[in-house]
């Protein structure tokens, strides 16, 4: 019996870069964010946020997308 297994090349460096932004760690969606998913996030990733910051008061909490903030699209960490 023969198993076809799918596989993903990967760089073997992970996360290179995460942004604070209100009391958020954002950044793009690592690996394991990306295979728990169905459908592939569109938008940056909250890895992580501070008890009582903005970002908590405003309802961001790890392991959200942000896809755009006023209206504005949000595909990558420059944008």
């Known amino acids: 019996m023969t198993v076809d ?3 993903v090349p990967l760089d073997g460096f992970g996360t290179n870069r ?4 209100a009391g ?12 728990r998913s ?4 569109e938008g940056v990733y909250v890895s992580f946020w501070k008890s ?3 970002a908590q008061q ?3 909490f790890a392991t959200l997308s942000i ?3 006023d209206g504005k699209s949000v595909p990558n960490l420059d944008a």
Not at 18 to 21: A, D, K, N, P
Not at 24 to 35: D, K, R, S, Y
Not at 38 to 41: G, R
């Open 5 to 7: 297994v799918p596989t």
């Open 18 to 21: 995460v942004i604070g932004w």
């Open 24 to 35: 958020a760690g954002v950044q793009m969606p690592h690996l394991a964010a990306l295979e």
């Open 38 to 41: 169905k459908k592939i996030p």
């Open 52 to 54: 009582g910051s903005p």
């Open 58 to 60: 405003s309802g961001l």
């Open 67 to 69: 896809t755009e903030v």
